[in-house]
T-cell receptor, first 116, second 112 residues
């Protein structure tokens, strides 16, 4: 079975540009979360989506936005890129919230964003 | 508020030696606790998890962790480390929101 897939795996942007990152969850998983991992740090929560609705938002500026599609895949968008946005962006899916859910996440391999 | 502290940024052990990685948490009730491992350039893989019941939990790759409520700790252990265990290890806590909070990680270095 396919795990969580993310694209692109690597990308380079310049300051002020926009980026879109994509994620497909494990089949049957309806919840997707996005995390930012800066080098040397643990993952920081950005967004959680379930059934196409935002269910949680971390402490990130409005330049960060996301959405979830009817097939449960998701996009993370970042506008007006800053040098500090350089990071590994991780997508994770999980089982349906409320049905024995404990928050266990299944991660993709991430999208490495470099902002120059 | 919930938080996770991993006090050790780096741990160096010799291959075959035992290992203990520390994790302390702050949460007002019994949390769900996790240990994840991240190899270079990879995503995170779940090693083990604690929900309730037996406070000693077994995971993959020979790892185990013990939940100690009195010490607010969930330390990860392995009796004999292999060179392939070299990686970054993250402790995480999931409370009522079911949105995990991660520690900053501990980098494990294994000497031959």
């Amino acid at each position: 079975d396919a795990g969580v897939t993310q694209s692109p795996t690597h990308l380079i942007k310049t300051r002020g540009q926009h980026v879109t990152l994509r994620c497909s969850p494990i089949s049957g998983h309806k919840s997707v979360s996005w995390y930012q991992q800066v080098l040397g740090q643990g993952p920081q929560f950005i967004f959680q989506y379930y059934e196409k609705e935002e269910r949680g938002r971390g402490n990130f500026p409005d330049r960060f936005s996301a959405r979830q599609f009817p097939n449960y895949s998701s996009e993370l968008n970042v506008n007006a890129l800053l040098l500090g946005d350089s990071a590994l962006y991780l997508c994770a899916s999980r089982t349906t919230p409320g049905q024995g859910d404990t928050g266990e996440l299944f991660f993709g391999e991430g999208s490495r964003l470099t902002v120059l | 508020a919930q938080s996770v502290t991993q006090p050790d940024i780096h741990i160096t052990v010799s291959e075959g030696a035992s290992l203990e990685l520390r994790c302390n948490y702050s949460y007002g009730a019994t949390p769900y606790l996790f240990w994840y491992v991240q190899s270079p350039g990879q995503g995170l893989q779940l090693l083990l998890k604690y929900f309730s019941g037996d406070t000693l939990v077994q995971g993959i790759k020979g790892f185990e962790a013990e939940f100690k409520r009195s010490q607010s700790s969930f330390n990860l252990r392995k009796p004999s480390v292999h060179w392939s265990d070299a990686a970054e290890y993250f402790c995480a806590l999931s409370g009522g929101s079911y949105i995990p909070t991660f520690g900053r990680g501990t980098s494990l270095i294994v000497h031959p």
